[in-house]
Protein backbone atom coordinates (compact mmCIF):
# COMPACT_ATOMS: atom_id res chain seq x y z
CA UNK A 1 0.00 0.00 0.00
CA UNK A 2 2.74 2.41 0.75
CA UNK A 3 4.94 2.12 -2.30
CA UNK A 4 4.59 1.21 -5.99
CA UNK A 5 2.37 3.70 -7.11
CA UNK A 6 2.08 5.82 -9.93
CA UNK A 7 2.89 9.39 -8.96
CA UNK A 8 1.30 10.93 -12.26
CA UNK A 9 -1.86 8.51 -11.59
CA UNK A 10 -1.90 9.78 -8.10
CA UNK A 11 -1.75 13.52 -9.00
CA UNK A 12 -4.30 13.13 -11.73
CA UNK A 13 -6.72 11.68 -8.89
CA UNK A 14 -6.02 14.41 -6.54
CA UNK A 15 -6.36 17.50 -9.07
CA UNK A 16 -9.45 15.52 -11.21
CA UNK A 17 -11.68 12.94 -8.97
CA UNK A 18 -14.46 14.55 -8.37
CA UNK A 19 -15.41 11.71 -5.75
CA UNK A 20 -12.36 12.67 -3.05
CA UNK A 21 -11.51 16.64 -4.28
CA UNK A 22 -8.39 17.13 -2.43
CA UNK A 23 -7.31 19.93 -4.54
CA UNK A 24 -10.87 21.51 -3.15
CA UNK A 25 -9.02 21.72 0.47
CA UNK A 26 -5.51 21.43 0.01
CA UNK A 27 -3.11 23.18 -2.40
CA UNK A 28 0.06 22.31 -4.52
CA UNK A 29 2.56 24.93 -6.06
CA UNK A 30 -0.59 27.20 -5.52
CA UNK A 31 -3.44 25.15 -7.48
CA UNK A 32 -6.04 23.91 -4.70
CA UNK A 33 -8.03 25.20 -1.86
CA UNK A 34 -6.76 26.89 1.52
CA UNK A 35 -9.44 24.99 4.00
CA UNK A 36 -7.07 22.15 4.27
CA UNK A 37 -2.75 22.59 4.62
CA UNK A 38 -0.72 23.05 1.74
CA UNK A 39 1.23 20.03 0.49
CA UNK A 40 4.38 21.71 -0.94
CA UNK A 41 7.03 19.33 0.38
CA UNK A 42 4.97 17.02 2.32
CA UNK A 43 7.24 14.13 0.88
CA UNK A 44 10.30 15.68 2.51
CA UNK A 45 8.50 16.63 5.96
CA UNK A 46 6.42 13.24 6.05
CA UNK A 47 6.27 9.18 5.70
CA UNK A 48 4.27 6.92 3.44
CA UNK A 49 3.14 5.47 7.09
CA UNK A 50 1.78 9.35 7.87
CA UNK A 51 0.56 10.38 4.25
CA UNK A 52 -1.56 6.82 4.21
CA UNK A 53 -2.71 7.22 7.49
CA UNK A 54 -3.85 11.12 7.19
CA UNK A 55 -6.12 9.78 4.28
CA UNK A 56 -7.37 6.90 6.21
CA UNK A 57 -8.12 8.19 9.50
CA UNK A 58 -7.68 11.78 8.95
CA UNK A 59 -8.97 12.48 13.11
CA UNK A 60 -5.82 10.45 14.42
CA UNK A 61 -3.68 14.10 13.61
CA UNK A 62 -4.07 17.16 12.49
CA UNK A 63 -1.61 19.94 10.97
CA UNK A 64 -0.87 22.36 13.17
CA UNK A 65 -2.78 25.41 12.49
CA UNK A 66 -5.78 23.57 11.15
CA UNK A 67 -7.09 22.02 14.44
CA UNK A 68 -10.97 23.03 15.74
CA UNK A 69 -11.59 23.23 19.36
CA UNK A 70 -14.17 24.79 21.39
CA UNK A 71 -12.48 26.53 24.75
CA UNK A 72 -15.19 27.00 27.64
CA UNK A 73 -13.18 29.53 30.03
CA UNK A 74 -13.74 30.00 33.99
CA UNK A 75 -16.19 33.34 32.93
CA UNK A 76 -18.70 30.89 31.42
CA UNK A 77 -17.55 31.88 27.92
CA UNK A 78 -17.13 29.31 25.25
CA UNK A 79 -15.23 29.99 21.87
CA UNK A 80 -14.75 27.79 19.08
CA UNK A 81 -12.22 27.93 16.03
CA UNK A 82 -9.22 27.00 14.57
CA UNK A 83 -5.64 26.94 16.85
CA UNK A 84 -3.20 28.93 15.70
CA UNK A 85 -0.69 28.64 18.28
CA UNK A 86 0.08 28.53 21.49
CA UNK A 87 2.82 28.29 24.09
CA UNK A 88 2.72 27.67 27.76
CA UNK A 89 1.20 30.72 28.78
CA UNK A 90 -1.87 31.52 25.89
CA UNK A 91 -3.81 30.01 23.06
CA UNK A 92 -4.23 32.01 19.79
CA UNK A 93 -7.59 31.08 17.93
CA UNK A 94 -9.26 31.93 14.79
CA UNK A 95 -13.09 32.18 15.77
CA UNK A 96 -15.20 32.40 12.96
CA UNK A 97 -17.59 34.52 15.20
CA UNK A 98 -14.91 36.61 17.01
CA UNK A 99 -11.73 36.46 15.07
CA UNK A 100 -8.52 36.65 16.52
CA UNK A 101 -8.43 35.61 20.01
CA UNK A 102 -5.97 35.39 22.62
CA UNK A 103 -6.60 33.44 25.46
CA UNK A 104 -4.66 33.15 28.79
CA UNK A 105 -4.65 29.34 29.64
CA UNK A 106 -4.83 29.91 32.67
CA UNK A 107 -8.49 30.98 31.86
CA UNK A 108 -9.26 27.49 30.00
CA UNK A 109 -11.70 25.45 31.80
CA UNK A 110 -12.23 23.02 29.41
CA UNK A 111 -10.44 22.37 25.53
CA UNK A 112 -12.39 19.99 23.65
CA UNK A 113 -11.15 18.94 20.01
CA UNK A 114 -13.11 19.05 17.08
CA UNK A 115 -13.46 16.73 14.10
CA UNK A 116 -10.87 17.46 11.42
CA UNK A 117 -12.50 19.33 7.86
CA UNK A 118 -11.22 16.51 6.38
CA UNK A 119 -14.29 13.90 6.33
CA UNK A 120 -13.28 10.17 7.59
CA UNK A 121 -14.26 7.80 5.01
CA UNK A 122 -12.83 9.51 2.14
CA UNK A 123 -10.05 6.59 1.55
CA UNK A 124 -13.73 4.36 0.68
CA UNK A 125 -13.78 6.20 -2.71
CA UNK A 126 -10.80 4.92 -3.77
CA UNK A 127 -9.71 1.46 -4.68
CA UNK A 128 -6.13 0.08 -3.17
CA UNK A 129 -4.12 1.02 -6.55
CA UNK A 130 -5.64 4.58 -6.44
CA UNK A 131 -4.62 5.42 -2.64
CA UNK A 132 -1.15 3.61 -3.72
CA UNK A 133 -0.91 6.40 -6.61
CA UNK A 134 -1.73 9.29 -4.20
CA UNK A 135 0.78 8.17 -1.56
CA UNK A 136 3.35 7.97 -4.41
CA UNK A 137 2.78 11.86 -5.93
CA UNK A 138 2.39 13.32 -2.22
CA UNK A 139 5.52 11.22 -1.09
CA UNK A 140 7.22 12.80 -4.22
CA UNK A 141 6.24 16.29 -3.40
CA UNK A 142 9.96 17.19 -2.24
Do not use: W
Amino acid sequence: MLNGGDAERGKAIFFEKVEVQCSRCHAVKGQGGTVGPKLDGIGKLRQREYLLEAIVFPNRAVAAGYENVTLTLKNGAVHFGLVKGEDDMELRLESPEDGPLKIAKADIVTRQRGLSAMPEGLAAALSKRELRDVVEYLAGLK
